[in-house]
């Protein structure tokens, strides 16, 4: 999570660290320690500061704008999880598995408690199209069957 970026959402909102603090159930010091970048927000945590701010959670990342949405730009992006690099580089697997910008893009921007494997982030795209009924992207309308 990008601190910065959670600020300019939080400022965008026109919310103070203390509002956004009650919203979420944080401290306005623990707020601006994030913000800072001096402490990390658990998933759990950026997924309700995003909730809170009404925001995509990956608009909090640290290359939110700029998420790479192609296995060349993952590969080129020194931030990539190594099992996300292992599925980007494997070039027939990413191919037969047609993954779409927007799910390279969603796949980066996870924010996981532990380091996903090639595997897992298989598991990951498959759960994305599930939800998103491959779209890549959510419904807004959380009733809307794929």
């Given at each position: 999570m990008n601190g910065e970026r959670l600020r300019e959402a939080r400022l965008r909102a026109g919310l103070n660290q203390t509002e956004l603090g009650r919203?979420?159930?944080?401290?306005?010091?623990?707020?601006?320690?994030?913000?800072?970048?001096?402490?990390?927000?658990?998933?759990?945590t950026a997924q309700a500061l995003a909730d809170a701010l009404g925001i995509a959670l990956d608009s909090l990342a640290d290359s939110a704008g700029h998420l790479p949405d192609s296995p060349d730009a993952l590969l080129e992006n020194q931030h990539t999880a190594e099992g996300l690099r292992e599925l980007a580089s494997d070039r027939v697997l990413a191919a037969s598995l047609d993954i779409l910008p927007s799910e390279w893009r969603a796949l980066r921007s996870l924010v996981l408690p532990t380091p996903a494997t090639k595997d897992g982030y298989i598991a990951l795209l498959i759960t994305i199209r599930l939800v998103t009924g491959g779209r890549g992207t959510p419904s807004r309308d959380s009733t809307e069957s794929p």
């Open positions: 919203r979420v159930g944080l401290s306005q010091s623990m707020i601006g320690a994030i913000e800072r970048s001096d402490r990390s927000a658990t998933p759990e």
